[in-house]
């Protein structure tokens, strides 16, 4: 599976953005996906996760309440809403699959998309 993130930008605190990860291949449905995030000089850390079918989804303390992981497996994309956002939501957001649900131990995640830049002003 390759995926492709998109969607980032440069946001006022408080805004709000969508991220789009785009997966190729026919068995995306099979899989259960994440998005963590890296941040300037900090280890990149679990956001969320959903399960396959889209029924099922996991977040970080931090965001929590904020953000909205999603997915619609007709177009092989999974999605994260990002509300309220602060300053230190600020970093490169990255999607990638999971090998098993849940999960949100970076060790258990793969196949790595290129990461898309969230930059939130104060």
């Known amino acids: 599976v390759q995926l492709q993130a998109s969607g980032g930008g440069l946001v006022q605190a408080g805004g709000s953005l969508r991220l789009s990860c785009a997966a190729s291949g026919r068995t995306f449905s099979s899989y259960a996906m994440g998005w963590f995030r890296q941040a300037p000089g900090k280890a990149r850390e679990f956001v969320a996760t959903i399960n396959s079918s889209g029924e099922s989804t996991g977040y970080a303390a931090s965001v929590k309440g904020r953000f909205t992981i999603s997915r619609d497996n007709a177009k092989n994309t999974v999605y994260l809403q990002m509300n309220s956002l602060k300053p230190e939501d600020t970093a490169v957001y990255y999607c990638?699959?999971?090998?098993?649900?849940?999960?949100?131990?970076?060790?258990?995640?793969?196949?790595w998309g290129q990461g898309t830049q969230v930059t939130v002003s104060s």
């Open positions: 990638a699959v999971a090998r098993y649900y849940p999960s949100s131990h970076i060790g258990n995640f793969g196949s």
